[in-house]
């Protein structure tokens, strides 16, 4: 099982075993490391040497609204609601500039993009270039706010670029995990590429790819683009 979180070297790829106590052994058997080639992963996906990853980035992108997925985490996560960057409409993945993306936004949709939004522009294109209905069955989106806020009971209360808030979200995969040592180890020395909020994510998407993969999965939207990608997010 794996989840996938953005960083400044590609993606930052956490793995757990798909079956057995997440805790105890398959918490030592927890693995973070950084990938340039997402196709790669894909590649595993596909093979079956992978049997899901939950990724933070947007899949299936709306012509002209608002997703509803986007609306939905932004209630549940309440006061880290400011984290959900509405997602792209479809037209804004061919814009090169941050100009012409909200040009192009407000053409589609009445509205211009973040300057977040843009920012991740590319790992969004890379995603939806891999991406396919079939292929969502196994690679599918996930949010990390989303995800610690059922893990936990309710939302997180400092931001994850903060020790106090590192240390929240920690504590929330220790008892997901148990106090493992290989936990702590992987976030207080993230690999070369990646940092410590990288991780932390990375992590809580191992945990939601193995609920989706039990079917114990909280779904939010699922209405679907005109590429047929679902439009929503796991938790």
Same mark, same amino acid.
């Given at each position: 099982?794996?989840?996938?979180?953005?960083?400044?070297?590609?993606?930052? =790829?956490?793995? *757990?075993? !798909? #079956?057995?106590?997440?805790?105890?052994?398959? +918490?030592? $058997?927890?693995? @973070?490391?950084?990938?340039?080639? =997402?196709?790669? *992963?894909? !590649? #595993?996906?596909?093979?079956?040497?992978?049997? +899901?990853? $939950?990724?933070? @980035?947007?899949?299936?992108?709306?012509?002209?609204?608002?997703? !509803?997925?986007?609306?939905?985490?932004?209630?549940?996560?309440?006061?880290?609601?400011?984290?959900?960057?509405?997602?792209?409409?479809?037209?804004?993945?061919?814009?090169?500039?941050?100009?012409?993306?909200?040009?192009?936004?407000?053409?589609?949709?009445?509205?211009?993009?973040?300057?977040?939004?843009?920012?991740?522009?590319?790992?969004?294109?890379?995603?939806?270039?891999?991406?396919?209905?079939?292929?969502?069955?196994?690679?599918?989106?996930?949010?990390?706010?989303?995800?610690?806020?059922?893990?936990?009971?309710a939302p997180m209360q400092s931001t994850k670029r903060t020790a106090q808030g590192r240390a929240e979200r920690a504590a929330a995969l220790r008892d997901a995990f148990g106090d493992a040592p290989r936990l702590a180890e992987l976030v207080d020395a993230p690999p070369e590429g990646a940092r410590r909020d990288d991780v932390l994510d990375a992590?809580?998407?191992?945990?939601?790819?193995?609920?989706?993969?039990?079917?114990?999965?909280?779904?939010?939207?699922?209405?679907?683009?005109?590429?047929?990608?679902?439009?929503?997010?796991?938790?």
């Amino acid at each position: 099982m794996g989840g996938l979180d953005g960083c400044p070297a590609g993606w930052v =790829l956490a793995t *757990v075993p !798909a #079956d057995g106590p997440l805790r105890g052994a398959g +918490a030592d $058997a927890l693995e @973070v490391a950084v990938v340039a080639d =997402l196709g790669a *992963v894909v !590649a #595993d996906l596909e093979s079956g040497r992978m049997a +899901a990853a $939950a990724i933070d @980035v947007p899949i299936g992108l709306a012509a002209h609204a608002r997703r !509803a997925c986007d609306g939905e985490a932004r209630r549940l996560i309440g006061p880290r609601r400011s984290s959900v960057f509405p997602a792209p409409v479809r037209s804004v993945l061919g814009a090169a500039t941050y100009n012409e993306a909200c040009a192009t936004s407000r053409r589609a949709c009445g509205r211009g993009i973040s300057q977040q939004v843009f920012n991740i522009l590319t790992k969004i294109r890379q995603v939806d270039l891999l991406q396919s209905p079939r292929l969502q069955d196994r690679l599918f989106e996930m949010h990390p706010e989303l995800s610690f806020t059922v893990l936990a009971g309710a939302p997180m209360q400092s931001t994850k670029r903060t020790a106090q808030g590192r240390a929240e979200r920690a504590a929330a995969l220790r008892d997901a995990f148990g106090d493992a040592p290989r936990l702590a180890e992987l976030v207080d020395a993230p690999p070369e590429g990646a940092r410590r909020d990288d991780v932390l994510d990375a992590m809580i998407g191992a945990w939601t790819a193995r609920r989706y993969l039990a079917g114990a999965h909280l779904r939010l939207g699922g209405e679907r683009d005109e590429r047929g990608l679902r439009m929503e997010m796991i938790a």
